[in-house]
């Protein structure tokens, strides 16, 4: 059965329509109430019993923000349609610029640069705004947070605590309009915490007011400075207000061999930027940029970084929460490994309830991948390595493990136990990201059976020896709330990584 054009470019308006309507978790009730319909108007449009309009293209368009997909397959559908019927009534066009009632401010376009210098970031926030709404626009609210160690809730706070951010350093100029037009905008504190501000960018200045009225344009630009003592190695956008296209830029001194990757978070998860991030080089600068259309509101899109030049500053030996804490267990800390002291690596994780929670359990498996990969392009780990979820902030159980074998793939703990273990031990000396300046000597068995799970739920008994066998048992322990040193016997005294004699050595059986 052979289809006319015209009914195939019906097929994919509506394809686009359902798929952007999925993609946004509306039902088509919840859409056609905010594009103005009757409740099954937009069901009849999907099962093609209404053709859909102009108008209710660009209604769809708006409402679900498709980055013009939608009102791209409309004129498709439009331009056969009148095609076939020229010289027939058309549809009286509808204002390009509609939006569903009550919007109010429109960001179309938001680009945040971050700029390292001299020892300082100047983040600057430049949005071109549109006001969809029936009131004049006479105040624009800004928020500004830091978060030195956001892997470590606990120390970041205590860090802020004694260190707070404050308005003489950080420099704030706003401005409202392009060019010779600009006008400077007054700004007025909203909140004024440790590591967190608010402030009120006004619609005028000691000249007057320039208020944002209903249907008119403007761009508003703001900067700030923070000292890198106090802004960790992170740059988030949280998306408060409907926008249609967001580009973050960071800038760093190329000689910082600066690494850079990108983080969408919800409520639910963190998985990768869904688009990838461009570098290019200008004047001994590395400039990493990264944009999406038609974000989703309450979004949060991070962009994280690493510095691995020998010029670079050392973030982990910045500001340090805790006093005199040293450089090796700094540099865990700096690439977000939780340290010892915290009360989440005393805590027992969570468990996964399987397979509901699969997704979530591959979430925090990926991330443990992730942060593995940055722990290998830090340090040499000839004995192998493993890492908790706790250990990265997050209270869950799952672990990933590299055996001391380079090749081998790591393996995947979920919800592990052991089930059963050798009667004959040995002792020999272990290491803990989360206090990575000391080494123990702990007693382990030299078999170990654990059963743990699959991401699709079920259970599976898994044998390890030797120096697999102690790498399994020392992160089930961080799952179970417990640290090597708790495993050591009573007159065994830590190592200061400096005395210790067998730093790349594997253990020897």
């Known amino acids: ?46 099962g093609r019993r209404h053709k859909p309009t102009e108008d209710f293209a660009r209604r769809a368009e708006a409402v679900l923000g498709a980055g013009g997909v939608i009102w791209q397959r409309f004129q498709e559908y439009d331009e056969l349609r ?36 001299d020892g300082a970031y100047r983040c ?17 609210l800004a928020k500004i947070s830091v978060d030195r160690y956001p892997h470590d809730p606990a120390g970041s706070n205590r860090h802020h605590r004694e260190n707070p951010l404050t308005f003489d350093e950080m420099d704030v100029r706003a401005f409202a309009g392009e060019g010779e037009a600009a006008e400077p905008m007054l700004w007025r504190v909203k909140l004024d915490r440790d590591a967190s501000k608010e402030i009120w960018l006004m619609f005028a200045n000691s000249r007057g007011q320039f208020p944002l009225y209903p249907g008119e344009r403007t761009t508003i630009e703001y900067a700030y400075t923070v000292g890198e003592e106090k802004w960790g190695q992170w740059f988030q956008r949280a998306v408060r207000l409907p926008t249609r296209s967001l580009t973050v830029r960071l800038n760093f001194p190329e000689s910082f061999e600066p690494q850079v990757w990108g983080v969408e978070a919800s409520l639910a998860a963190e998985v990768p930027v869904r688009t990838p991030l461009e570098r290019r080089t200008e004047g001994g600068r590395a400039i990493f940029e990264w944009s999406t259309d038609a ?17 670079a500053p050392l973030y982990e030996e910045t500001g340090p929460p805790e006093p005199a804490l040293p450089r090796a267990s700094h ?49 040499e780990f000839s004995k192998g390595v493993g890492l908790a979820a706790p250990q990265i902030g997050v209270p869950v159980a ?52 654990v059963e743990h799970a699959r991401f699709d739920g079920t259970r599976v008994v898994t044998t390890f020896e030797r120096a697999l066998a102690r790498l399994i048992s020392h992160e089930i322990d961080h799952l179970e709330g417990r640290l090597y040193v708790d495993r050591m016997k009573a007159d065994a005294k830590l190592v200061p990584v400096a005395q210790y004699q067998q730093t790349g050595r594997p253990w020897d059986y």
């Open 124 to 140: 600057r926030v430049r949005r071109s705004l549109y006001n969809a709404g029936v009131e004049p626009v006479t105040r624009y």
């Open 331 to 379: 540099r865990m800390r700096g690439i977000g490994i939780i340290q010892r002291g915290s009360d989440l690596l005393r805590q027992r994780a969570r468990h996964f309830q399987l397979p509901r929670e699969g997704a979530a359990a591959r979430t925090a498996v990926t991330r443990l991948l992730t942060s593995l990969g940055r722990l290998e392009d830090l340090h």
């Open 295 to 311: 974000p989703l509101l309450n979004a949060r899109y991070r962009l994280e970084w690493r510095f691995r030049g020998a010029d």
């Open 82 to 117: 009148n095609a076939r019927n020229a010289g027939l009534h058309r549809d009286p066009p509808v204002p390009v610029q509609w939006l569903p009632p009550g919007t109010g401010l429109i960001v179309e376009r938001e680009i945040a640069d971050l700029i390292y210098t």
């Open 1 to 46: 059965m052979t289809t006319s054009p015209i009914e195939r470019a019906a097929d994919k308006f509506v394809s686009a329509l359902a798929q952007w309507r999925v993609e946004r978790g509306m039902t088509k009730k919840q859409l056609a109430a905010r594009m103005g319909f009757d409740p099954s108007y937009v069901s009849h449009v999907e």
């Open 398 to 449: 799952a672990a990933v493990v590299r055996p001391p074998e380079r090749d081998t793939e790591p393996v995947v703990l979920l919800n592990p136990r052991v089930v059963g273990e050798s009667g004959e031990t040995d002792e020999q000396y272990e290491g803990c990201l989360s206090f990575f300046d000391y080494r123990g000597l702990v007693p382990r068995p030299l078999r170990i059976d």
